[in-house]
């Protein structure tokens, strides 16, 4: 578990333009289970607030990014799998025509219906499906389906 603290993620130069706040459902998945989490994704002055709940609203990891990195939020013990977690998504939900300025010291890839990245230790792999939902792998055994959560009385298309 320390060389998952110890890794060194890939991050954008700086924060990516992002709407914000935002809801996120989450299904992990591995090879033996599978769970859902929600993903709320603020700002809090310059920093991003990242907090991941169980479906019971218990808090699994809170992170804040600031000036391009990681500090924890609150008390919860270290979490290196959400925070690879994050990371993953912030480079998911970069916007395409920000990635080569966000992602430029990066080794990283456009495909038609996604992108990929491999650096530092990570490798990750989107796919975008339909409706703003994509899935994400970010490992031989490991992978996540993201899906937006619409807030209170906004209209479903």
Not at 56 to 69: E, I, T, Y
Not at 90 to 117: I, V
């Amino acid at each position: 578990m320390l060389g998952a603290c110890a890794q060194h993620l890939p991050l954008p130069t700086h924060t990516a333009q992002l709407t914000l706040p935002m809801q996120l459902h989450i299904q992990r998945r591995s090879a033996d289970e599978t769970r859902d989490w929600l993903l709320v994704i603020q700002r809090e002055g310059t920093a991003v607030r990242w907090s991941l709940l169980d479906p019971l609203g218990v808090p699994l990891a809170r992170q804040l990014l600031r000036d391009g990195h990681w500090q924890a939020d609150g008390l919860l013990p270290p979490n290196p799998e959400a925070r690879e977690l994050f990371a993953a998504l912030l480079f998911a939900l970069s916007p395409a025509e920000q990635m080569d300025e966000l992602y430029a010291d990066t080794r990283w890839t456009q495909q038609s219906d996604g992108r990929s990245l491999t650096a530092d230790g990570a490798a990750w792999q989107v796919r975008y499906l339909k409706k703003g939902r994509f899935e994400l792998d970010v490992g031989p055994r490991l992978s996540y389906g993201v899906a937006p959560i619409a807030p209170a009385g906004a209209r479903q298309q």
